[in-house]
Structures are given as C-alpha cells and as structure tokens.
C-alpha cells in the first residue's frame, strides 16, 4: 500500500521508522480546454507520485492528494473551482505541521499546476522556518525542459497543450475527448511584452480567456501518445532520481 490514509495508527507508527519521506500531490479543479477533464493536473499529480511511491516501495508514502489549486485566471470557463493563495499555503503548513509533530521530516511536494508554484514557494519558506521539516517543490515539466524541448513541435506550450495532452493520452487515456482537439485562436494582446510564453516580458495577472478561445495554450492537434510515453517517462525517472538523492541520510 503506497497511500498514508490507507494504513491504521498503528501501522503508520511502525512504519514511521522505514520512511524516509512523504509525497503530497497538488493539482488543480480547472478548464483543460474542450477535450480534456477539469482534473488533469491532479491526475497528473497523483499519476507521477503513485508511480515514484512504488518505485520506492517502503521509504516513502503519498499523502492524500489536494484536488483543488490556485485557479483565479481560469474562473471565467464553467467548472473551475479556485482556492485562495492563502488558503493554499495554509493548507500544507498545517500538513506541515502535522508531520513533525509524527516525527516525519522530508515533505516532497509534487505539483501538477502551474499557479500553485508561487504560493507554494511562500509555504516553503515558512516550513523551513516555522515548522522546521525540509520541505521541495517539484514542478515535473521543469525538470524535463530540455526534453519537452526535444519531443515537441510547437514552441508555444503551456496549457491543454501539445505537452499536457500527450501525457493525458498515456495517464487518463479513456477521459481525453479525442473528437474535441482544436487548435485554439490566440488573441493578440495591446501593448508588446504581454505574451505569457515568451521569455521577454512584462508580468500582468493575465485570465486565460484573454489569450485563448478555446482555454488551450498551445496546439493540441500536435499530440500524440507516443510523445506522451517519452514525456511521461523523462518525469518519472528525473523526479525519481532526484528524490532516491533527497532521502539519503
Ligand atoms: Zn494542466
């Protein structure tokens, strides 16, 4: 069993001498575009940590994952459910909290959406100095950069994209609406800077309607499955990698 919330009190007290770290996935409730679920970047989350979780069969569990994220710039399409950043950062310190005071000290956060990345770096900060536990955040698709780089067609990427449609045709395969892939129309915005994905910019809280019609950020058509094998792969063999290292003594 990889799950924390599946053992009893007293099975997890004795296995809280074995492990040596906990997953805690984060994801998103969030308009994928047209083809895929409100959930992707949760099943996305869940999907890599399950996998990491068994790999590393006895030294680390997955927490209950948290299925909801920071989402106020998808709000304008039916569905998305946002947390508050505040909410957010309140949540895993109080996760925080309580693993400590189990005797739990590594926290491993793996997180399948983009908007919880920068209040999660603020509750990481606070775990280190108000809870005392080493705390990471793990972003998959930056740990494979260049590999994202390497497989896909598209420079532009981002959201219910070339990327994140390919890995859902691997993870979620029966909840992709393969009919419903469209190419989105972007939307030209007023002043030079404000294109979110290039690197040369300026920073404004942007809603995804404003970029998109169809809440794609990027070209799904491009995807494919076989694309999302070599994706899928490159995230689970860095992101374990790099945690086989973390939980050494
Ligand atoms: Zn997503």
Redesign the pocket.
Known sequence: MIYWNEYTWDEIQNLLDKIKAVILPIG?C?Q?SLH?PLG??SF?AIKLSEKIAKALEEKVLVLPPILYGVSPHHMNFPGTITLSSDTLINIVLDIARSLKHHGVNKLIIIN???GNTAPLTIALRKIREEVGIEAVLINPWELISDVIMDTLESTVWG??CEF?TSEALVIIPNMVRVNKIKKPKIKEQKAPYMTIWEKVKVLWPWNTDELTDTGSIGDPTKASREKGEKLFNAMFERTLEFITHFIKE
């Open positions: 998103s969030e994928h895929l992707m970047d996305s399948g959406h983009g959201h219910a994140e």
